[in-house]
């Protein structure tokens, strides 16, 4: 889990992950990885942002990052507000990821937890 500690409003946040085998602890690539599996949940509340614009797949598909076998990664964009008013300044947030394909089992798991402060002048 990556804690990007209190970060400025309108950043842009990569979220990186890996994946190992449960029997031989290799990394192995995953599968099912959507822009619909990102859950982005705003302090407390157990309703998640309804959009996922400004949330972008790494390297095309967010599976194997540059072709490292079992390295993933997504960003998230606070400057996008299709949500009206979710990203905001002094909020705390939590990502999950939420029902992909781990060496055939499915796992959720939360991939990290940032802060939003205001911008620097």
């Known amino acids: 889990m990556i804690s990007w500690g209190s970060v400025p409003v309108n950043s842009v946040l990569p979220f990186m992950f890996d994946s190992y085998a449960g029997s031989t602890g290799a990394s192995i690539t995953i599968t099912g990885l959507a822009l619909a599996d990102i859950l982005v949940y705003k ?15 790494l390297d095309t598909d967010g599976i194997d990052i540059d072709l490292l ?50 911008a620097e002048g």
């Open 69 to 118: 076998t079992g390295i993933h990664g997504f960003s998230i964009d606070t400057s996008d507000n299709t949500d009206a008013g979710f990203y905001a300044v002094g909020s705390f947030f939590t990502v999950v990821v939420s029902a992909i394909t781990i060496d055939s089992q499915t796992v959720s798991f939360v991939a990290g937890t940032f802060r939003l402060l205001a």
């Open 43 to 57: 302090g407390t509340s157990m309703t998640q942002r309804t959009s996922t614009a400004g949330i972008v797949l």
